[in-house]
């Protein structure tokens, strides 16, 4: 048995990938990692499997459909779970057309190729095989402060290029089930949280920024309001996803804790003021209030009830527990945020893999 993870290298599949080798249910489980490596893939997440014969990693793009055709043939998966992504919404509004290539293009290619696959797969090869699509709330649009949260059943009112993309991927997922029969399941997420979060997302940013004395930079009012849910509890769902979901549906997934960004600011201040210390005075003194995105949504809310229901699956931590747990992970790994911030975490694979 071996899965076929796309995007293994980015914030949240590297994290999927670690929680998968290392639980007791899946540790002799392979991953077939596949990922590009654009600024946002960062092997030395991954650094804790080196020489691990469970983890094969392969550079490669999922718009690449003869490679994604030799990974099939060749590995045989069970699964394919498809985290690889353009992800920042700051990036698709300056420049939206990687967004369409990846999240659009990229999933059309990946289900060709796996509707390729699993037709040819024996009936209880077949019968086995999911196509597990990571995808995000944001399809969603934006709440009002009263609306009640994201349920599965809302209509797609999404906003950004970044979550049109998305958007359209979904719909291609859920096209390639009703038409062709491929099992896929999709989870739309809330936004996550922890280590090795790249450093441009509003978390990581304020913690490394604050470490260096730099400002927070904070959209607008502040008063935008996100759904936070801790980085392993997003791999469990997806496990759990996985392993009991029912084919063809959509399950949300969301930690139950809506917050608005100027408290989440906030947080992190107080947060490394007591692990921290700065010899300037507070951290807050630093969080700068600047120009809002454009379009930016105001509210997002995940009603996570039907993943609880059918599969018995609720967060693990609180925000305040893996809020603590992020900002120390920040502290104990200067060196991870050092080769970020340098750039120089890109040239982990020609150091460690050769040319
Ligand atoms: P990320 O930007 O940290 O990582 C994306 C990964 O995909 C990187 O390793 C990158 O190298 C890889 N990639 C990009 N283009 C590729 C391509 N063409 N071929 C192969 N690999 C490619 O993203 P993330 O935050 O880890 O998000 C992972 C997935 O989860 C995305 O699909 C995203 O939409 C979804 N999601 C993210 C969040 C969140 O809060 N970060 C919440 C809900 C859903
Ligand atoms: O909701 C799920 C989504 O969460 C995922 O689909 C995306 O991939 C992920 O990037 C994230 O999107 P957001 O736009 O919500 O995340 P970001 O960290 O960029 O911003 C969170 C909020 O903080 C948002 O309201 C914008 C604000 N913000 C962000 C940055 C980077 C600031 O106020 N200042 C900042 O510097």
Redesign the pocket.
Known sequence: MTILV?????????NFVLDWLASPEYRDEPVIN?????????LENLKALQGDARHIFVK?????RALIDRLLAEHKPRAIV???????VDRSISGPG?FM???VE?TFTLLEAARAYWSALAEDAKQAFRFHH?????VYGSLKADDPPFAETNPYEPNSP?SAS?AASDHLVRAWHHTYGLPVLTT??????GPY??PE?LIPLMIVNALAGKPLPVYGDGQQIRDW?Y?KD?ASAIRTVLAGGRVGEVYNVGGWNEMANIDIVKTVCALLDELRPSAGGPYARLITYVKDRPGHDRRYAIDARKIERELGWRPAETFATGIRKTVQWYLDNPEWVSHVQSGSYRDWVSQQYGS
């Open positions: 796309t995007g293994g290298a980015g914030f949240i599949g590297s596949l990922d590009a490596l654009t600024y946002a893939g960062n490669g793009d999922i718009c690449d498809h985290f690889a992504a353009e992800s920042h990687a290539k990846t999240n990229g990571v995808s995000t709330d944001e970044y998305k739309n997420c809330s936004n996550n949280y979060h790249f997302k849910l980085v997003h």
